[in-house]
T-cell receptor, first 112, second 114 residues
Framework: DGGITQSPKYLFRKEGQNVTLSCEQN?????MYWYRQDPGQGLRLIYY???????QKGDIAEGYSVSREKKESFPLTVTSAQKNPTAFYLC???????????FGPGTRLTVL | AQSVTQPDIHITVSEGASLELRCNYS??????LFWYVQSPGQGLQLLLK??????LVQGIKGFEAEFKRSQSSFNLRKPSVHWSDAAEYFC????????????FGRGTSLIVHP
């Protein structure tokens, strides 16, 4: 079955550590996205990529970094510069130019 | 700029009752409109979408939504709610071309009483 996988489902990090969240899709979609979700705030766009080896900042990119070396993969690194990283992170993908997004199951990151 | 307003943060209904979740949008051209559902600790699942054509759209799980251009609304409805419908519901608006990345509302939490 085609879909999006995110791992791990739960992640714990100590302050000052970088951590990388995985996102893989086998939908053959060109575009991929990372969102952050906090209670009562909906979804906020962190980064997006429309094609391999290219990506753009979203609304809240500070303290995050991404790479897009393969079409299927779009990992997100939460760096120590992110002041409040505890949140639920969602990865999504779409056909390029079409706004219908398909989401992964999410990763809950907790900073201890 | 595109935007979405979901005026109700929480909605409580009894099982078997009808449901309507409100969504108002702002968009300069003909919008693409979506409703997603999210169960606790899960990702978002697409319920239905409107791109063009018939303004009454049928989705999965017995949901439907009606696009009303004059009211800039895209309300989600279900004639009889089941306890398993309890979840967070998100409305989103997007377009083709440069503004294709959708903007999401803040969500409406649906509580279902037995």
């Amino acid at each position: 079955d085609g879909g999006i996988t995110q791992s791990p489902k739960y992640l714990f990090r100590k302050e000052g550590q970088n951590v990388t969240l995985s996102c893989e899709q086998n939908l053959n979609h060109d575009a991929m996205y990372w969102y952050r979700q906090d209670p009562g705030q909906g979804l906020r766009l962190i980064y997006y990529s429309q094609i391999v080896n290219d990506f753009q900042k979203g609304d809240i990119a500070e303290g995050y970094s991404v790479s897009r070396e393969k079409k299927e993969s779009f990992p997100l690194t939460v760096t120590s510069a992110q002041k409040n990283p505890t949140a639920f992170y969602l990865c999504a993908s779409s056909i390029s130019g079409i706004p219908t997004q398909y989401f992964g199951p999410g990763t809950r990151l907790t900073v201890l | 700029a595109q935007s979405v307003t979901q005026p109700d943060i929480h909605i409580t209904v009894s099982e078997g009752a009808s449901l309507e979740l409100r969504c108002n949008y702002s968009y300069g051209a003909t919008p693409y409109l979506f409703w997603y559902v999210q169960s606790p600790g899960q990702g978002l699942q697409l319920l239905l979408k409107y791109f063009s054509g018939d303004t009454l759209v049928q989705g999965i799980k017995g949901f439907e939504a009606e696009f009303k251009r004059s009211q800039s609304s895209f309300n989600l409805r279900k004639p009889s709610v089941h306890w398993s419908d309890a979840a967070e519901y998100f409305c989103a608006v997007g377009g083709s071309g440069g503004s294709y990345i959708p903007t999401f509302g803040r969500g409406t939490s649906l509580i279902v009483h037995p």
